[in-house]
């Protein structure tokens, strides 16, 4: 495996979370300090090395060995294999992450804007971050949001100096469409809600060399989910019970059990 080829299998295999092998090294320390096993518990590279090469790279020793290097020449990881702090925030800015149930208030808060095409790189940031803060499309150039973040966006649009081009509005009702269906329509949740239950359908028949990947999928599903407020969400949402499966830790867990018979 080289380059683009490399890169295309850890993102298929992740679930497109992680791309390369640096980060995919940083992601398995990460979920043995989660699970309560101190990396150094491994006692020599030559051990965990192997586990790697089990794990996930089918024994690619050099692909391995440049990608650890790597990792520490960037002050990612230290030499007892603990992630410092530049390697928890390298993840932080990969993974998604759960947040604690939003109350709703009722309304709608609009973004909407008219950004002229000589300033697209502009109007790509402000959809990147209208994505990344869970807006949703409801037309091709209106995001909407459940969640007051307009103060997110003045500030955003104030830097870029592209105000004369957004306007920021609130309403509390969006046509003569239910809320609860508005939102289904605009973030698919059902789609996404039934990711979760194949999720947690999955999670219950895994054998052990599934129980990583399954962590990476989850992470997938909650980066498509917007993580609205209840009062929006499905009566049967299965996110929280996905949350709760994870946070308990069974695949750690299980992870910790098998890592111990390979160290």
């Not at 020599?44 to 990608?67: M, V, Y």
């Not at 803060?133 to 307009?150: D, E, K, T």
């Not at 695949?251 to 111990?260: A, G, M, T």
């Amino acid at each position: 495996m080289k380059g683009e080829v490399l890169r295309k299998w850890i993102l298929k295999k992740s679930c497109e979370i992680i791309a390369t092998p640096v980060d995919l090294i940083l992601f398995t320390l990460f979920m043995l300090g989660e699970a309560g096993l101190h990396p150094e518990a491994a006692h020599s590279f030559t051990l965990l090395h192997g586990r790697f090469s089990q794990l996930w790279l089918e024994g690619k020793d050099r692909i391995i060995r440049n990608a650890i290097y790597k990792a520490r020449n960037k002050n990612w990881i230290k030499k007892d294999w603990k992630l410092t702090l530049e390697g928890k925030k390298r993840l932080e800015n990969i993974l998604p992450s759960f947040l604690p149930q939003k109350h709703w208030d009722k309304k709608w808060y609009l973004v909407i804007f008219d950004i002229p095409e000589k300033i697209k790189r502009k109007r790509d940031i402000l959809r990147e971050n209208l994505k990344l803060l869970g807006f949703g499309q409801l037309q091709a150039s209106v995001w909407i949001s459940p969640i007051n973040y307009l103060k997110n966006i003045e500030q955003l649009i104030k830097d870029y100096d592209i105000e004369s081009y957004v306007i920021l509005s609130e309403t509390d009702k969006l046509g003569k469409e239910n809320s609860q269906l508005l939102a289904n329509r605009i973030w698919q949740l059902e789609k996404i809600n039934n990711k979760y239950a194949e999720f947690i359908s999955n999670w219950k028949k895994a054998n052990k060399s599934e129980f990583f990947w399954l962590n990476l999928k989850y992470y997938s599903i909650l980066k498509e989910d917007p993580q609205l407020p209840k009062e929006l969400l499905p009566e049967d949402w299965h996110g929280e019970k996905a949350h709760q499966l994870i946070s308990k830790g069974p695949i750690k867990f299980k992870l910790i059990e098998d890592l111990k018979q390979n160290i």
